[in-house]
């Protein structure tokens, strides 16, 4: 059974960074694709950053050269790293998973539970 778990979350202020994190167990890294996406209250879900073994990174344009997602395959862990942040990327965060490569589409058949960034001007 596949299981992500986000953590990292916080508020900072505007300009700031967070490392967001994803624990995932019960998939094998070269058989899934990974995603982050982001909801902000009244919006729908949006792909942020997506990453799979076979294939480059892929980033949305608004925050192209910000965030920056990673891999450790030792610790089965997915990250985000958060850079210059800016209010309007406030939101609930979510880690994906599916063997099917989906880019940046909110189609991905595994979820975690979110973790809250908040970022104050």
């Known amino acids: 059974q596949v299981q992500l778990v986000e953590s990292g979350g916080g508020s900072v202020q505007d300009g700031g960074s967070l490392r967001l994190s994803c624990a995932a167990s019960?998939?094998?890294?070269?058989?899934?694709?990974m995603a982050w996406f982001r909801q902000a209250p009244g919006t729908e879900r949006e792909g942020v950053a997506r990453m799979c073994t076979d294939a480059s990174p892929s980033y949305a344009e608004f925050v192209q050269g910000r965030f920056f997602i990673s891999l450790d395959n030792a610790k089965s862990t997915l990250y985000l790293q958060m850079n210059r942040l800016r209010p309007e990327d406030g939101g609930m965060y979510y880690c994906?998973?599916?063997?099917?490569?989906?880019?940046?589409?909110?189609?991905?058949?595994?979820w975690g539970q979110g973790t809250q960034v908040t970022v104050s001007s």
């Open positions: 994906a998973a599916d063997r099917w490569n989906y880019g940046l589409a909110a189609k991905y058949n595994y």
């Open positions: 019960g998939l094998s890294y070269s058989e899934y694709c």
